[in-house]
């Protein structure tokens, strides 16, 4: 896999995508209960203001002395024994992380989640040098048995599943003979899985967050499966995007307190580990070689521009679940791995418009993703800033409406010509309506509106000519 | 600093040139010691002033399923007893460090005990075991969570691999939330010779949320966790 | 005192009765209403679709019309916004910096208004019946007027205002995006339009013309017997003269 997860026209893939009814129950019940437990849980943390904007101030700081926490990281993780390597792209992260695993002549890896990996194709990789590569997220771990379905949502991939479909694919392809019961399914992965972490010779990880000061590895999990990617094979490979870093241990302390709370409405997740280092010589358990690949692909481009916001985010998803367009559309309609408001957002800047101009449209810029992103992430306004700069590139925006726009420009540039303007799209309207008192089948660009929405009509005459009146006979009274 | 016994410095690969190509759009230089503006003060200091922190810990413990019994030095061999009823020693494996020496005699009696020398073995051991017994080195009232440091005597695998985890916590150890976790850390992180190489928040018994956001117990670490919080004062 | 309505373009075009009711609650509550006639539209839909200089042209036009205002006053949650961010989009350009921050701050929503600078929140006014609000997306979250006209509503007689199921969530209008989006606007709408069936009332009020287009095109395209009603039009409902 790579950012870009489907071919085809954005709005092809939602016409597709709304017509999966399964898809959308689950999307709105998901969203609709996790609100109140996020909403309850930031309420007991107390000023959930303060709190985000110590979050955004850290991560901004982080982000504008980059090169000074990545170095600091990087020498305190090499001091405490791991191995740090820089990739530029995606294929240097690649070639690095391929050319471990053959040194260690190793064929089973298992991994935990990491949305970097993904992006960077890390899976097919391994797979063409010999490997299994197993997935062991439980949401990941359905997708990649159904046969490798790709993502919907950034914390939770297979949230457009409903448990029906899991239990009739675990029936298909896992020998699973039980009910739909989330319980269950879950049981049965954990047996399935268990065998495969037990012979594990590599285990690959995300990082929510390295901690510069002290090259400490931090990873929040709920089901435990980095825990087990870290405790039992002998090599670890920490895959990182190089924005994923806070200062301090003090740091580190707010910045998990808001991400659980924003991606899943807990005070804590059930597991949040910190590894410094390999294991120690006298140690057991826990990797003997750790090594931590620092990937930009694309990131360092956005450091600088007006986008650069929007690497302070820490992939807690809480704009996905609280948007009202993905609500309908789901994650697949994006076509990236990256969905919702900050996939919008990301998808163009790593990826390029090409392929994704249609995703800073998608959304009505109601402002629910910044009014709820734990960094203060100005998502809306970010949206928009990509539709400036997609108009201003020129050549990908419709030509009708940057006409209609230029006409737009011009005619509101002078009271008198929008008065003319509009007198005349007053009758034109009017001819439209012959004698409805609605809309119902506009042309063109109305035709959009009148699908499924009736168009109004002017009632008598303009406001202004009312005004006009009302002024005159207020004038004649005060006379 | 005095490094750790045997340890050797890791590599760093493609840094000068990986920093050099942005370098000139961030700041340069070492940052000024930075103070957050804003400091967010968690409500938790609130309720502390009304209710015990022991209680506000059991209170939180029981919303992520993790249920807690209450005991003193004196009796805790017997409630370790009483969770481990008809479960045989080569079911239990625990890696306590302890002083209390009757606390030691029991684990010995009744446990398979993590032994370094032995390797591998204590992985398979923990893997085939029902019960996993931990010593919790800090506890976070705010969540309920335990906070295991391992090192030599303290596998990783002890606390994940059974099916129950039991852990003991002495009351003097329950700190209001993550913040007074994270000073106790950095100051253990930083002593170059002896420093966790892994550091554990657990909360209750592993879980999902994967399947329609609904929360399920249970996933690939302990299906059960119990709490035996020690009057230790 | 004298306060310069902005009527806004759906105001003008087709909803002058809202502009009608706001100009006579206003003149009932004490305000001369002054009317430029130069005024045109804020500008909005160009610049969420992105044409950043073609809005800029018409904003300079409705910056120069309003430079004399003392207060301008609008019925449009999501014009006021738009008039708001009229500083920081001219923040850089030394010729208009001044003036759009001045009239950035003398900017009000309607409700805002009488609320906060005319200091009043309860108006003699009559309405029988159930009914929701619709809480428009641009006036809560981002211009941050919220309780406002729930105050307003909550004193109107014989009035019973009932819950609305996820409120919050944006009806799908969104300017250009209900004809750029068409499909997905259709059906961010009908959940709308669902729960508003489900609360089982007579009125539908909001205080943003687009959102209520928007809303009542669909309620009618349904044929609900549910009447959609601007606050403005409530609030100048069976107050005295
Ligand atoms: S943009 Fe904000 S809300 Fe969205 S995933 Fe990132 S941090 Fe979370």
Redesign the pocket.
Known sequence: MSIKIKEGKFKDRVTDEMKNDFMRKAVSGAQDSLGNRRLTSTDKLGDWESWRTAGSEIRKHTIDNLVHYLSMLSEQISAKGGHVYFAETDEDARNYIKEVVRNKNATKVVKSKSMVTEEIGLNTALEEIGCEVVETDLGEYILQVDDHDPPSH?VAPALHKKKEQIRDLFVEKLGYDKTEDPGELAKHARKMLREKFLGAEIGITGCNFAVAETGTICIVTNEGNARMVTTIPKTQITVMGMERLVPSLEDLDIMVSLLTR??VGQPISSYVTLLNGPKAEEEVDGPEDLHVVIVDNGRSKILGTEFQD?L?????????NVCPVYRHIGGHSYGSIYQ???GA?LTPLLDGYDDHKDLPYASTLCGA?TD????K?P?HDLLLKHRQEIVEQGGRAPISEKLLMKAFGFGASSGGLYESGTKIASVSLKMLLRNKETISNGPGMMKEWTNSKEFPTLKTSRFRDWMSKHESEKKHEER | MKARKNMKKGNVQNREHFLSRFADRVQEGVPAKRENKVKPISSIYNLLEKESIEDVFIGNARTIHAETIRTNTENLTEVLESICENVAKDQILSSIQTDNEKLENWTSKRTVQWTPQDGNQNVITAAQSRIGITYCDIALAESGTVVLMNEQNKGRSVSLLPEVHVVIIPKSRIVPRLKEAMEIINGRVNRADSFPTCVNFITGPSNSADIEFVLVVGVHGPLETIYVLVEDE | MRVTLFSTCLVDLFYSNVGISTVELLEKLGCEVDYPKGQICCGQPAYNSGYKKDAKTAMKQLIKTFDDAEYVVTPSGSCALMLREYGHIFADDEKWAARSKALSVKTYELTDFIVNVLGIDSIPSTLQGKAVFHTSCHMTRLLGVKEEPKLLLSNVEKLEMKPLANAQNCCGFGGTFSVKMGDISAEMVQEKTRSIQEADVDYVIGADCGCLMNIGGRLKREKQDVEVLHIAEVLNRGMGV
């Open positions: 950034i924003a991606a929007i302070n985010c820490i992939r807690c998803g809480a704009c996905l919702g408001p900050v957002v993703c709820v992103c734990p960094v992430i998502l």
